[in-house]
C-alpha cells in the first residue's frame, strides 16, 4: 500500500549534522501524518518527532527538542528530519513511519507504515 524508504544516515562527529530523508510511495502520502523513530541497541524504539499531514504542527521528544527538525514536502512526498548538534546518545538506528490520519501522534501503535530504518552512529 505504501512504501517507505529511509537515507541519509551515516557516521558524523559529536557536534556535527546529518539530514535524514524519508521518501514514501502512495497518492495519498499528503494526507498522513509522519513521524520519527529510533532505536538503539538493547533499547526500546523510541518517539522522535511527528508532523501533522500540512506540516503545520510539529512535536518532538524532549532529548532532541531544539537539535532536531522535522518537515515535509508532500509534492515530493517525502518528510525529511534536520539533525543538528548531534551526541553520542543519538546514536541509533532511524525509522520513519506514517499512520493513516491527519494528526500527529507519539505513540508507536498509532502508525501503520514503517521504512526498513537508516543507521546513524554519533562519535565522541
Known amino acids: 500500500q505504501v512504501q517507505l524508504v529511509e537515507s541519509g544516515g551515516g557516521l558524523v562527529q559529536a557536534g556535527g549534522s546529518l539530514r535524514l530523508s524519508c521518501a514514501a510511495s502512495?497518492?495519498?502520502?499528503?494526507?498522513?501524518?509522519m513521524g520519527w523513530f529510533r532505536q538503539a541497541p538493547g533499547k526500546e524504539r523510541e518517539f522522535v518527532a511527528t508532523i501533522n499531514w500540512t506540516g503545520g504542527y510539529t512535536y518532538y521528544s524532549d532529548s532532541v527538542k531544539g537539535r532536531f527538525t522535522i518537515s515535509r514536502d508532500n509534492a515530493k512526498n517525502t518528510v525529511y528530519l534536520q539533525m543538528i548538534s548531534l551526541k553520542p546518545e543519538d546514536t541509533a538506528v532511524y525509522y520513519c513511519?506514517?499512520?493513516?490520519?491527519?494528526?500527529?501522534?507519539?505513540?508507536?501503535?498509532?502508525?501503520?507504515?514503517w521504512g526498513q530504518g537508516t543507521q546513524v552512529t554519533v562519535s565522541s
Open positions: 513511519a506514517a499512520r493513516e490520519g491527519a494528526g500527529a501522534r507519539v505513540s508507536r501503535d498509532e502508525y501503520f507504515y
Open positions: 502512495g497518492r495519498t502520502f499528503s494526507r498522513y501524518a
